[in-house]
């Protein structure tokens, strides 16, 4: 079967991810154009898939003001540009594979959700954690009955400190105003999660959260607003940000600060970017607003109660969960790849006993994911059997209002009826 054909609107991180799996599986998906601000970033794209000069975009504006070429458009711009490609593309023809959030506005989302049905197009968005090895073993233990029927959960979203300054307070999600807010931009893949878990229409939520420690008034004596300004707690301060860049285990992040500048850099390049990068700039004294710590409470129709924490200030990047049923007890880890391994205990109450499983994440990112997500993208469009944790843009914008409402909620210190927030919007 030929692969199916696609054009990467955005070649940033997660761009490049998605055409990382064409290149590892040019069976499934040929990259065939490309819209990238960025010269060396489209260029970079251009070379690895031989794409022809004439499908070499500065802008998605440019590439969609040709008739369409590809079968699928792969939406990889920043969170507040994937409303208006998405429409773009799909009036023109093409599939889509769309980046979360769909939107910061709960009505647009709803609206794209709807044109996509007008327009008969297929748009999964990049809830890539239900593709994982272990959500879906979860998910699927869960309808085995391995539990009985879903009681409680209590899921944690363990962002990681260093993670959390780096994208939530030195890096591109760290101001609601400009990306979006923190519920939305991390947590909308738990709350996707939760929705998917429980299987059913939440009813009530309930929030409260705020920036506790990444602003001013916690900067250390002394501290100068950039930490290569000669900082007096480089070597106590864990976000010295050479430290984390330079000597720090995440190649990730190391790569997103260079990302547009330099492949593999050194030391010595590192150091050049930290002195004008906004990854350079002291922790305290950012433009942040986000949250850093935030709880949700959630009850379902069908009589589940859930409790949702994200938290900054963990040392490992893990969500943690623990599913409480009729017949016993889940509890679960997906670990960083680094130091956490992925776990699932099942504690059956007749038995008093445990059986434990290790999903085995599969290649790639977000514990196979990213992987998974592409793969299943490719058979929705060549018609073949896609797996369960398959969903459409519909059941994604229904998930995204629990993460909006919670947020609304959160803001105005009341809980929210879901069907009274919906018909408000
Ligand atoms: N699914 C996930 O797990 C996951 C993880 C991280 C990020 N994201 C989301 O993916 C999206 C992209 O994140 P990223 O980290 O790749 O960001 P990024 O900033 O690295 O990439 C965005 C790219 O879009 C390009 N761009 C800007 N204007 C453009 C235009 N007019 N036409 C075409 N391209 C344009 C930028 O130059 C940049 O290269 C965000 O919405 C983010 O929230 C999702």
Do not use: E, L, Q
């Given at each position: 079967m030929n692969p199916i054909t696609a054009v990467i609107i955005g070649a940033g991180g997660r761009g490049r991810i998605y055409a990382d799996y064409a290149k590892k599986y040019p069976q499934d998906v040929k990259i065939v154009g490309v819209a990238e601000p960025n010269e060396q970033r489209r260029q970079t794209l251009r070379l690895e898939h031989q794409i022809p000069e004439e499908h070499c975009f500065s802008s998605y504006e440019e590439l969609f003001?040709?008739?369409?070429?590809?079968?699928?458009a792969l939406i990889c711009t920043q969170d507040q540009m994937h409303i208006v490609p998405a429409k773009q593309a799909m009036e023109l023809g093409y599939h889509l594979l769309l980046e979360k959030p769909i939107s910061p506005s709960a009505k647009e989302c709803y609206e794209l959700a709807q044109y996509a049905q007008q327009q008969s197009r297929h748009v999964l968005v990049c809830h890539v954690l239900r593709y994982t090895a272990l959500f879906k073993k979860v998910k699927q233990l869960l309808d085995s009955g391995a539990i009985g029927e879903m009681v409680s959960m209590v899921h944690c979203e363990n962002v990681g400190h260093i993670h959390h300054a780096h994208s939530y307070v030195r890096g591109n999600w760290r101001s609601t105003a400009e990306s979006s807010p923190m519920i939305l931009a991390k947590s909308c893949h738990d709350m996707d999660l939760i929705y998917w878990l429980v299987g059913s229409p939440c009813q009530q939520i309930s929030s409260f959260g705020s920036l506790i420690y990444f602003k001013k008034s916690n900067a250390p004596a002394g501290a100068p607003a950039r930490c290569l300004d000669g900082c007096p707690h480089s070597d106590t301060c864990p976000y010295y940000a050479p430290h984390v860049y330079?000597?720090?285990?995440?190649d990730w992040m190391r790569d997103a600060i260079c990302s547009g500048i330099c492949?593999?850099?050194?030391p010595e390049q590192i150091i050049d970017i930290l002195?004008?990068?906004?990854?350079?700039?002291c922790v305290f004294q950012c433009d942040n607003d986000v949250v850093d710590h935030q709880v949700v409470n959630l009850s379902f129709e069908n009589g589940v109660t859930v409790s949702f924490t994200m938290c900054a200030f963990t040392s490992r990047i893990e969500r943690t969960l623990k599913i409480m049923g009729t017949k016993g007890e889940m509890r679960a880890m997906m670990g960083d790849g680094l130091q956490g391994q992925d776990i699932i205990e099942i504690r059956d109450f007749e038995t008093e006993s445990s059986t434990f499983y290790y999903p085995t994440a599969a290649l790639g990112g977000h514990g196979g994911g990213d992987t998974g997500i592409m793969r299943d993208f490719v058979r929705l469009l060549r018609g073949e059997q896609t797996t369960s944790a398959l969903t459409d843009i519909a059941v994604s914008a229904e998930s995204h209002a629990l993460a909006f409402a919670a947020e609304d909620s959160r803001l105005s210190r009341k809980t929210i009826n879901l069907n009274e927030w919906k018909s408000a919007i």
């Open positions: 003001s040709i008739p369409k070429f590809a079968d699928a330079i000597d720090g285990p995440y492949n593999n850099p050194t002195k004008t990068s906004p990854y350079g700039r």
